[in-house]
């Protein structure tokens, strides 16, 4: 079977190395770093473990796992716990989180989500609102609000690329109409599960993404969002890197890649720094966009278009940070089973405690440290470009103590009630901290990070490239790659990885089965709007919303009864209980000339 190199070894490069080996491919894995994993792996603290027990866990960012992981979680599924053994596979290692708060840090606000199912699009702008007045949003906001999630949800895939691509998440939602408090949650909410920036990132890209989160919370189950249940190495890429091996992939750790040589049109070997050299039948580009983007040499992008504009483009524009800094506490704070969410925090947080999912690891203390550890706080800190609050400086220009006094003051005055009887976090609780190693202060400040992620901004997909290059031999495998999920995650790494295993089977010919690739889902009731909004872009018309002018509508009942109007029905009452969307949809058309 042909021979292949992967160039990286994060969740795209094990995927590939997953797939391929598999269907009987000889594969060599190689990776800067000596650990495996990329930004999912831990990141253990060095010398904290005593008598046996394990480091402390630290990690670049907790680890998230929403109901549209798909690709991750068959990764998951086919993967042993114990390689080699009849054993669990590392998918029933995941452990739900069934509820999610909101911490408000200016005001003494603390919400719990419920999940609702919802069937209507009624339903949706009705849950939207009772959200906002949880937070005591405007009705005027949160309307209008609702009326851009609801316009998103029924645009066609048409629409979507053709025009929201073109525009900020921000200038799509209109951002510049709403109050400050809510012009705050707008900037923030995106930024807390995901590398978003609104302001930043195209309306297509946070809009299919944001979608999926809300739909995510309109759903029950197990599957919604989970996490898992230990150190993300220990309970996943441990064993799977394990299994990898079992199976016959050859791996390659510490040495960094240097370069892609190339003759008559094709790869012929790969460098790397310690002045060695591989050669292979095929080659996969599996590292991070600012890596892919320094090996683009004018050799390869001489022979490939979309390297071309790749190379071309300032990935300084194309990224931004996602770090993560976890707090070690004397005792555990549970706060919530799930994520908190921290919308107006200067540094847009977002938190979870860990050791009340991991209890089938036994007591978090027995397990990691000293001894003394019984809590572990893990934090997202998502804008560093925003001066704080107690250190009135930019996260960039923070010093890691400054930003470990900044994070914890940021998580105090959220959290901590304004009774001192009432406090969740005192600083008599915090035993230690760790910042994401993939900091790197060597240089000064601001530091150097080497785990950027892309934040899709305005008309960027027409610079991203397919996993399969015009170069016969080499493809490309990250989460900057073009795919169904397109966002900066393990799930659009993952994606990715398998798009460039099937070009390689197809560039083989191989009879193997091809990997499976899952498109995002919305819910079906959804389809004939986008039928009607495909016909009315195709006609170079408004969405649907916009042709009836309802672009400022403040009420969601005005939505419905002007939509009605508009369709010739009578009894309004009678549609908003039945709700023939099929009817609906065939009335309008014909009303508007279109078939």
């Given at each position: 079977?042909?021979?292949?190199?992967?160039?990286?070894?994060?969740?795209?490069?094990?995927?590939?190395?997953?797939?391929?080996?598999?269907?009987?491919?000889?594969?060599?894995?190689?990776?800067?770093?000596?650990?495996?994993?990329?930004?999912?792996?831990?990141?253990?603290?060095?010398?904290?473990?005593?008598?046996?027990?394990?480091?402390?866990?630290?990690?670049?960012?907790?680890?998230?796992?929403?109901?549209?992981?798909?690709?991750?979680?068959?990764?998951?599924?086919?993967?042993?716990?114990?390689?080699?053994?009849?054993?669990?596979?590392?998918?029933?290692?995941?452990?739900?989180?069934?509820?999610?708060?909101?911490?408000?840090?200016?005001?003494?606000?603390?919400?719990?989500?419920?999940?609702?199912?919802?069937?209507?699009?009624?339903?949706?702008?009705?849950?939207?609102?009772?959200?906002?007045?949880?937070?005591?949003?405007?009705?005027?906001?949160?309307?209008?609000?609702?009326?851009?999630?609801?316009?998103?949800?029924?645009?066609?895939?048409?629409?979507?690329?053709?025009?929201?691509?073109?525009?900020?998440?921000?200038?799509?939602?209109?951002?510049?109409?709403?109050?400050?408090?809510?012009?705050?949650?707008?900037?923030?909410?995106?930024?807390?599960?995901?590398?978003?920036?609104?302001?930043?990132?195209?309306?297509?890209?946070?809009?299919?993404?944001?979608?999926?989160?809300?739909?995510?919370?309109?759903?029950?189950?197990?599957?919604?969002?989970?996490?898992?249940g230990g150190p993300t190495s220990q309970m996943w890429l441990d064993p799977w890197v394990a299994q990898l091996r079992s199976l016959g992939v050859q791996f390659h750790?510490?040495?960094?890649?240097?370069?892609?040589?190339?003759?008559?049109?094709?790869?012929?070997?790969?460098?790397?720094?310690?002045?060695?050299?591989?050669?292979?039948?095929?080659?996969?580009?599996?590292?991070?966009?600012?890596?892919?983007?320094?090996?683009?040499?004018?050799?390869?992008?001489?022979?490939?278009?979309?390297?071309?504009?790749?190379?071309?483009?300032?990935?300084?524009?194309?990224?931004?940070?996602?770090?993560?800094?976890?707090?070690?506490?004397?005792?555990?704070?549970?706060?919530?089973?799930?994520?908190?969410?921290?919308?107006?925090?200067?540094?847009?947080?977002?938190?979870?405690?860990?050791?009340?999912?991991?209890?089938?690891?036994?007591?978090?203390?027995?397990?990691?440290?000293?001894?003394?550890?019984?809590?572990?706080?893990?934090?997202?800190?998502?804008?560093?470009?925003?001066?704080?609050?107690?250190?009135?400086?930019?996260?960039?220009?923070?010093?890691?103590?400054?930003?470990?006094?900044?994070?914890?003051?940021?998580?105090?005055?959220?959290?901590?009630?304004?009774?001192?009887?009432?406090?969740?976090?005192?600083?008599?609780?915090?035993?230690?901290?760790?910042?994401?190693?993939?900091?790197?202060?060597?240089?000064?400040?601001?530091?150097?990070?080497?785990?950027?992620?892309?934040?899709?901004?305005?008309?960027?997909?027409?610079?991203?490239?397919?996993?399969?290059?015009?170069?016969?031999?080499?493809?490309?495998?990250?989460?900057?790659?073009?795919?169904?999920?397109?966002?900066?995650?393990?799930?659009?790494?993952?994606?990715?990885?398998?798009?460039?295993?099937?070009?390689?089977?197809?560039?083989?010919?191989?009879?193997?089965?091809?990997?499976?690739?899952?498109?995002?889902?919305?819910?079906?009731?959804?389809?004939?709007?986008?039928?009607?909004?495909?016909?009315?872009?195709?006609?170079?018309?408004?969405?649907?919303?916009?042709?009836?002018?309802?672009?400022?509508?403040?009420?969601?009942?005005?939505?419905?009864?002007?939509?009605?109007?508009?369709?010739?029905?009578?009894?309004?009452?009678?549609?908003?209980?039945?709700?023939?969307?099929?009817?609906?949809?065939?009335?309008?058309?014909?009303?508007?000339?279109?078939?």
């Amino acid at each position: 079977m042909p021979s292949v190199i992967v160039v990286g070894g994060g969740v795209a490069g094990l995927t590939v190395a997953h797939e391929l080996v598999e269907r009987g491919f000889e594969v060599h894995v190689h990776d800067a770093r000596t650990t495996w994993g990329g930004k999912a792996r831990s990141q253990p603290v060095p010398g904290t473990g005593t008598q046996g027990r394990r480091d402390l866990p630290g990690e670049h960012g907790f680890r998230f796992y929403p109901r549209f992981y798909r690709h991750v979680i068959d990764q998951m599924q086919r993967t042993p716990a114990v390689p080699g053994a009849d054993t669990p596979t590392v998918d029933q290692r995941l452990r739900a989180t069934t509820e999610s708060a909101i911490a408000m840090v200016d005001e003494d606000t603390w919400y719990r989500f419920s999940r609702r199912k919802l069937d209507k699009p009624y339903d949706v702008l009705e849950a939207l609102e009772l959200f906002f007045q949880k937070l005591d949003i405007d009705t005027a906001d949160s309307s209008l609000h609702g009326l851009k999630i609801l316009q998103f949800l029924s645009s066609s895939d048409a629409r979507r690329f053709g025009q929201y691509e073109q525009l900020s998440w921000w200038d799509y939602c209109q951002g510049d109409l709403y109050s400050p408090k809510l012009q705050r949650l707008l900037r923030a909410v995106p930024r807390t599960m995901v590398a978003m920036d609104p302001k930043r990132g195209s309306a297509r890209t946070i809009g299919t993404i944001s979608m999926q989160l809300i739909l995510d919370f309109a759903q029950s189950g197990v599957n919604n969002d989970r996490t898992m249940g230990g150190p993300t190495s220990q309970m996943w890429l441990d064993p799977w890197v394990a299994q990898l091996r079992s199976l016959g992939v050859q791996f390659h750790a510490g040495v960094p890649c240097t370069g892609l040589d190339v003759a008559d049109g094709r790869i012929c070997r790969v460098r790397f720094a310690n002045g060695e050299s591989r050669a292979a039948d095929h080659y996969v580009l599996a590292v991070p966009l600012e890596a892919a983007h320094a090996l683009i040499t004018p050799e390869l992008a001489a022979l490939d278009p979309a390297l071309a504009r790749l190379r071309a483009s300032d990935v300084e524009q194309l990224v931004s940070w996602m770090v993560g800094i976890q707090f070690f506490l004397y005792e555990d704070v549970p706060l919530v089973r799930g994520h908190t969410f921290y919308p107006d925090s200067p540094w847009a947080l977002t938190s979870i405690s860990q050791p009340q999912f991991w209890r089938e690891l036994g007591l978090f203390r027995r397990q990691f440290g000293d001894g003394q550890v019984g809590g572990l706080l893990s934090i997202d800190v998502s804008d560093w470009n925003t001066p704080g609050t107690f250190v009135p400086k930019r996260a960039k220009d923070c010093t890691p103590e400054e930003i470990q006094t900044e994070v914890w003051g940021q998580l105090k005055a959220a959290l901590n009630g304004r009774d001192a009887e009432e406090q969740v976090l005192t600083d008599e609780l915090l035993h230690s901290v760790h910042l994401d190693a993939d900091l790197d202060y060597g240089g000064g400040l601001p530091p150097r990070n080497t785990s950027g992620l892309l934040v899709h901004p305005p008309r960027s997909w027409e610079v991203r490239p397919e996993a399969a290059s015009a170069i016969p031999n080499l493809c490309l495998a990250g989460d900057y790659v073009r795919t169904h999920t397109d966002l900066a995650s393990m799930e659009g790494a993952c994606e990715a990885g398998r798009r460039a295993v099937n070009a390689i089977l197809d560039r083989t010919h191989s009879q193997a089965r091809r990997a499976d690739i899952w498109p995002l889902e919305e819910p079906a009731w959804l389809e004939p709007w986008k039928r009607l909004d495909a016909a009315l872009y195709q006609r170079g018309r408004p969405h649907l919303f916009e042709v009836m002018g309802l672009r400022t509508a403040l009420q969601a009942s005005d939505v419905l009864r002007r939509f009605a109007a508009v369709t010739g029905l009578t009894d309004v009452d009678d549609w908003l209980d039945q709700f023939r969307v099929s009817d609906m949809v065939d009335t309008l058309l014909a009303r508007l000339g279109i078939r």
